[in-house]
């Protein structure tokens, strides 16, 4: 009997040694490292995600490959399912790092999964570049190997205020309600601040668990306060259920604004006819303007094109921000000249280049405050960029009308 | 020995292993590492289960909040600049006595279905409260800064680990242990028998907080973040279960066996098997229960009669 | 006040599916003392083939009700006579256990054939509302209502007339006087199981009309569930009705004068409160 117990713990031990699979190693390959959320809450939005990773890796190796201190080497990404959950992610990030010896880190989707594995990154000094968590908490740390491409999670509905206060009438009034997560707090401080300090009165400002099912009371309460302006600061869940629940209670606003979800084609899919009129906070919009660097697609219509033909679909900003993220490592390796992490870190915070995208610079804390914010919004089934002007491609309509005449 | 201690040559196994995995550390390699401190954290986390489910019979279905309260010990000390690992253990130990005194008064008046109940909205309530306190991070989190010696957190665990496995020992041989064990047997007749019924169970309850606690705590700076989904996580509530019933509830050595082994079939199947490693996970869980209802360590009971008593044992249960 | 009553609209329209979510758990723990914690999944399945249908062949929601029921009656047939009968006497940790595995498997199944990102049942009438004073209400969650109140008084009406039904109640309170009266309790089981899933897959329909659909939404439930039949009583109707409505409404004035970040909290004080007061709820028997 003894015998029996002993085998079982020298057999559990057989298997933590030769459990875990084999790690990688190719010469001629660079291999990014990727926990996205396959499954979970931001499914949809890791999906999304991960479209815009494979776009730049199938267009860089189709394209010659990138060239490090004179030689020339192939991309690849190795990805695992985070299933939305912060620790997960910050195991996975480990286990690319200690196990597969991958050689960067692709960033999470998220705010919560990026600040988990923020602290690993740093803790093993491998760089690693994010576009799609912009809680600024992250970048408060004093992480050094920790970057994103994105405008920070304050900013997404500043320009969506700014927007309505250029309309005729000015509204008075805003409401404003976030989920309980790191993200969707900070968009929501921001809105506030930004609201307050330009004449807007907050009427409402209140939060949610994240992952709610129910918001009808959350519906009624904002109802019963009036506002002019709604604004909420979460995920594409939320948005969902925070736009169905306005529709189903009869709520009359005069303009809705998101900070994820009106993007994203399901949202459209979901609601039909009720998500007109919605405006959306964006990273990136189809029509922006820049003209970027060599060495990718320059411009951002062909980029859309180029996406579409691939993926059957416009990309959205989390597609696009996620292409940039590739991005800045492609510019930064290429400019260390080197895979060294430390020479490859050391690039990518001197990094200033213009692509598709907007320009790719970070501030001392990592975090990209140089690119500007967009308000789209769907008029008609079509996602249209309307502010600023300088990238509008249509004029935003206000205020909303009634539920039965979208 | 034997009694309520359960097998002798199993303990024997546990402590060796414990002590090769003293030397982990030595390896350098943070995989390893990680995977070895996750084993003792459970196996610390098990045994505090055990302890209050195993041992006294009151099967908890919400310890996880002892671990989530020793994590946001740590994560409120770091909040307020204290960021040392030895400091936060013995602090969040006094926070899960404390709790389970206040709350265990009147939650351990309820017996079987109401009490697992009970426990699993305590630490559902828990989770909930915190995430709306800001001044512990709320939903967004806290961040704790690592400190350069980083293997100090795997000391830490060993040391939470090693301690609990003693403190259940002791306990097992003591007057203490086969009270509780009274008490799961027949409550009624040893409250009869002059054992203070409510002293001990809630002595039990905090002591198993007591195990989970510190395990929270370390577990925290090892993470190097702490929010509710995190701390509160269901996979930290049902592995430790789990796991003691693998090895076997109501021993000394059966939650650490538990630990080790289901870890292993754990990330074995996480490393192969990444798509479908849960639903893995649910088949072991249904097999372990269906075919092992005792745990490992009373697979010998099972496995006298041969193939025939084996399947007998199966219907035991049946109507 | 206007604020107040629309409140309790909404907890009562709540309210109703979770009585009927809560019902095949309460009938399931009430008469086989077992707790189901795959409870959850099979509402979940049972919002998943409302969707297949809609998808697939543009079918009502509304008329997947029953399909569901059927469908999962039948699975639940199958699971008890094959799986849970096993573990019937078994101590409640076993069939804790034994459940949550469950859940994992269908669970992750699921996960598999559908992958995680969320779906939606979105017949073209939703979100149409009517007012009612100074109340709106949404068509919708009024039929839901409708249908679950139907559901609990077709099913207490059973269980009180039909001979099954009598058979059940008579499991449920003296297992020797049934048998020796020619009930077969290994098949009272497997129905009493069955008619939960049943239960729970048309709960599911319902609530997937409400919100959005993904492989874990039937997970909050099962607390919801323990929660109503606390309220309520055990393994009756009656009291998941009024448990379900009750919890509702209290879900609704917590999270909207307490606060909305702490509407779950709320809920779970009040099943604390409730156990450590009266454990056998509003309705239920005296616990022994």
């Keep these: 009997m003894p015998i029996r117990r002993s085998l079982a713990l020298v057999v559990a031990a057989a298997l933590i040694a030769f459990g875990p699979a084999p790690s990688r190693a190719d010469d001629n390959t660079i291999v990014f490292g990727a926990a996205l959320a396959e499954t979970g809450r931001d499914a949809r939005e890791g999906a999304l995600t991960k479209e815009g990773y494979d776009f730049w890796k199938d267009y860089v190796n189709s394209h010659g490959g990138l060239k490090v201190g004179g030689k020339t080497y192939k991309v690849d990404i190795s990805y695992a399912d985070d299933e939305t959950n912060a620790q997960t992610s910050a195991r996975l990030v480990e286990k690319f790092i200690n196990q597969d010896h991958v050689n960067f880190i692709l960033g999470p989707y998220g705010s919560a999964t990026a600040f988990a594995s923020a602290a690993v990154v740093e803790r093993y000094k491998v760089p690693m570049v994010e576009g799609n968590g912009s809680s600024e908490k992250i970048f408060n740390q004093g992480f050094h190997y920790i970057f994103a491409v994105l405008s920070p999670a304050r900013r997404y509905l500043e320009f969506v205020i700014d927007l309505a206060l250029h309309q005729n009438p000015r509204p008075k009034t805003v409401a404003i309600v976030a989920a309980n997560d790191l993200f969707s707090l900070e968009v929501a401080q921001g809105a506030a601040d930004y609201a307050t300090s330009h004449g807007l009165q907050v009427v409402y400002n209140n939060k949610y668990p994240a992952d709610t099912t129910d918001v009808s009371s959350i519906v009624s309460a904002i109802k019963a306060a009036n506002p002019d302006i709604i604004l909420n600061g979460g995920h594409l869940q939320d948005a969902l259920l925070l736009q169905k629940g306005f529709k189903e209670q009869n709520v009359l606003a005069k303009l809705y604004g998101y900070s994820v979800g009106p993007d994203t084609p399901d949202f459209r899919k979901a609601l039909g006819n009720d998500a007109n009129y919605v405006f959306g906070g964006t990273q990136w919009s189809p029509t922006a303007k820049y003209h970027g660097a060599a060495g990718f697609i320059s411009d951002s219509k062909a980029y859309a094109k180029a996406f579409n033909a691939k993926y059957g679909h416009i990309p959205d900003y989390h597609n696009a921000e996620s292409t940039a993220t590739c991005l800045a490592f492609q510019y930064a390796i290429e400019d260390a000249g080197s895979l060294d992490p430390q020479k490859v870190r050391d690039a990518l915070a001197r990094l200033n280049v213009v692509t598709f995208y907007g320009i790719l610079k970070f501030d001392d804390r990592g975090i990209n405050v140089y690119k500007p914010m967009a308000v789209n919004q769907i008029q008609n089934g079509n996602l249209l960029t309307v502010w600023p002007s300088a990238v509008a491609n249509a004029k935003p309509l206000y205020p909303a009308p009634d539920w039965s005449k979208r | 020995m034997g009694g309520i201690s359960g097998s002798r040559p199993a303990l024997l196994a546990v402590v060796a292993v414990l002590g090769a995995l003293l030397l982990v550390p030595a390896l350098h390699n943070g995989y390893y590492e990680n995977l070895c401190r996750g084993i003792l954290m459970f196996g610390a986390m098990a045994l505090g289960w055990n302890f209050i489910g195993g041992y006294t019979g009151y099967v908890s279905f919400g310890n996880v909040v002892y671990f989530g309260l020793g994590a946001y010990t740590s994560a409120a000390l770091a909040e307020h600049g204290v960021e040392n690992v030895w400091v936060a253990m013995p602090l969040a130990m006094v926070v899960a006595a404390v709790f389970a005194v206040v709350l265990g008064l009147p939650i351990l008046r309820l017996r079987g279905h109401y009490f697992g109940i009970a426990t699993l909205g305590i630490a559902l309530a828990t989770q909930e409260i915190i995430a709306n306190v800001d001044a512990l991070g709320g939903g967004t989190g806290v961040t704790l800064r690592q400190a350069e010696w980083f293997s100090q957190y795997y000391y830490a665990m060993w040391l939470v680990c090693a301690a609990s496995l003693l403190v259940t020992w002791l306990a097992a041989r003591s007057k203490f242990g086969y009270a509780l064990v009274a008490i799961r047997e027949n409550e009624d007749a040893a409250a009869v028998l002059g054992i203070n019924a409510t002293a001990y169970k809630i002595a039990a309850w905090a002591i198993s907080g007591m195990m989970a606690a510190p395990a929270g705590a370390v577990f925290a700076f090892a993470n190097g973040f702490v929010d509710p989904p995190t701390a509160f996580s269901v996979d930290n509530n049902v592995f430790p279960i789990v796991m003691t019933i693998l090895g076997g509830a109501g021993t000394v050595a059966g939650p650490v066996v538990g630990a080790i082994v289901l870890t292993a079939i754990n990330e074995t199947l996480w490393s192969h098997f990444p798509q479908i490693h849960t639903l893995f996970f649910g088949a072991v869980i249904v097999l372990v229960v269906l075919f092992l209802p005792r745990g490992l360590l009373y697979l010998r009971r099972g496995a006298r009669g041969g193939w025939r008593g084996f399947l007998g044992s199966l219907t035991v249960y049946r109507v | ?288």
């Design chain 3, 1 to 288: 006040m206007n604020l107040l009553l629309q409140v309790l609209v909404n907890g009562l329209l709540a309210g109703g599916i979770l009585a009927v979510v809560a019902l095949g758990f309460s009938l399931v723990w009430g008469i086989m003392n077992i707790i189901n914690l795959a409870h959850g999944a099979f509402v979940m399945m049972g919002a998943y083939l409302s969707y297949v249908l809609f998808a697939s062949f543009g079918l009502d929601p509304f008329a997947s009700v029953p399909i569901a029921f059927v469908v999962m009656f039948g699975f639940g047939y199958l699971v008890q006579r094959f799986v849970i009968n096993f573990v019937v006497r078994a101590p409640i940790l076993t069939t804790f256990l034994l459940t949550f595995g469950l859940s994992l498997l269908l669970v992750n199944l699921v996960l598999l054939i559908f992958h995680g990102d969320s779906k939606a049942v979105t017949p073209a009438y939703l979100g149409s509302n009517f007012s009612l004073g100074p109340v709106t209400v949404a068509w919708t969650k009024l039929w839901t209502l409708v249908v679950a109140l139907a559901i609990t008084g077709a099913i207490a009406l059973w269980l009180s007339r039909s001979k099954t039904g009598r058979a059940i109640r008579a499991t449920s309170m003296d297992i020797g006087a049934a048998q020796l009266s020619g009930v077969r309790v290994a098949h009272i089981y497997a129905i009493v199981f069955a008619l939960g899933a049943g239960l729970a897959g048309a709960a599911g329909v319902l609530v997937g009309i409400n919100q959005t659909l993904n492989p874990s939404m039937g997970d909050p439930y099962i607390i919801k569930a323990f929660v109503v039949c606390v309220l309520g009583g055990l393994g009756s109707v009656e009291g998941a009705l009024v448990g379900g409505l009750l919890y509702g409404v209290l879900e609704a004035l917590g999270s909207q004068f307490i606060g909305t970040g702490l509407q779950d909290a709320v809920a779970l004080v009040v099943l604390l409160l409730v156990l450590v007061v009266r454990p056998r709820g509003l309705l239920g028997r005296a616990v022994a």
